[in-house]
């Protein structure tokens, strides 16, 4: 069919132009989808602090390999408290990954639909052409089976 997945080809190919134009139109929704998603996201950001106070821990600050940990008191020694470590990940803003996941799921949905029902329809075609064709040469198929000589074979007659 295609070597580049487009939405649509195989309808078009089995001759249904307007159903092809639609679902290019809506894998290009799909698209747009994606596009729109990831326009909204923005850069994931460390947490507010502001209510932890002095109970995180920041390593390689202002680099590109900065570590935040959040301070657990674990024990206290002397007058020294140890802490555990856990690590904080930067948190995602935006609402964009709703969008991003429906384009994607409208895109593989578009493909789905046209190649299961793309293909169905070419048989369907392909179907009426032999049929059509096997009715005006009188095409005539016939099973032969003689089970006293142990043979089997088929009979195809052509009449004009």
């Known amino acids: 069919m295609s070597t580049i997945p487009v939405p649509g080809i195989t309808h078009y190919y089995a001759g249904e132009k307007k159903k092809a134009r639609q679902l290019f139109y809506i894998g290009l929704g799909g698209l747009a989808g994606i596009i729109i998603g990831g326009s909204m996201m923005e850069k994931p950001q460390w947490p507010d602090t502001t209510g932890i106070g002095d109970n995180y821990e920041v ?8 570590t ?13 408290t ?3 470590l856990e690590k904080i990940e930067k948190e995602p803003n935006g609402s964009g990954g709703g ?3 429906l384009g994607i799921l409208v895109i593989v949905g578009d493909f789905i639909y046209d190649r299961v029902w793309g293909f169905e329809k070419i048989e369907q075609k392909r ?32 009449n004009f």
Not at 128 to 135: H, M, N, S, T
Not at 141 to 156: E, H, R, S, T, Y
């Open 59 to 66: 390593y390689n600050s202002e680099t590109e390999h900065e």
């Open 68 to 80: 935040w940990y959040r301070k657990i008191p674990v024990s206290i020694e002397g007058g020294v």
């Open 82 to 84: 140890n802490y555990k």
């Open 127 to 158: 179907d009426q052409v032999r049929f059509k064709y096997g009715q005006k040469m009188k095409l005539s198929f016939k099973p032969l089976i003689d089970p006293l000589a142990g043979k089997a074979g088929v009979a195809l007659t052509l």
């Open 99 to 101: 969008l991003i996941a």
